[in-house]
């Protein structure tokens, strides 16, 4: 495996994969909701724009990551990141006991899942 790359590199570039995700379901989500072919429209390039900026970031983590540990802190935190910031933080969408629980146990999962690499 490569090993160019600075570690501290690798978390800038799950947090830049996190954010790019969130802006794509933002996107995606005001997509839906609005009103006009050329809101939806311009909803629909932000969402594939992002996810399509993710997938690359992901791509590059790939380099230095072995899979597994790559799949979890990117799909794993994804999860986490949507559930919080753009369900509950921007669009107010309830979350019960359970969810946050759960989303807990993502990040701990997670978290074990980078440290045994």
Do not use: D
């Not at 311009?42 to 900026?53: E, R």
């Not at 970031?57 to 949507?82: C, D, I, K």
Request: one cysteine or more.
């Amino acid at each position: 495996m490569p090993s160019s790359l600075h570690p501290a590199w690798i978390p800038l570039l799950v947090l830049l994969y996190q954010c790019l995700v969130v802006v794509a379901n933002i996107g995606f989500k005001r997509s839906a909701e609005s009103g006009t072919a050329l809101a939806f429209l311009a909803w629909q390039i932000l969402g594939n724009l992002s996810g399509f900026l993710s997938v690359l970031t992901y791509t590059a983590l790939l380099r230095w990551l072995p899979v597994h540990v790559a799949v979890s802190l990117t799909m794993g935190l994804g999860f986490a990141s949507v559930q919080v910031f753009t369900a509950w933080l921007i669009f107010h969408e309830p979350i019960g006991l359970w969810k946050w629980v759960g989303t807990a146990l993502v990040v701990l999962g997670v978290t074990l899942i980078a440290r045994g690499r």
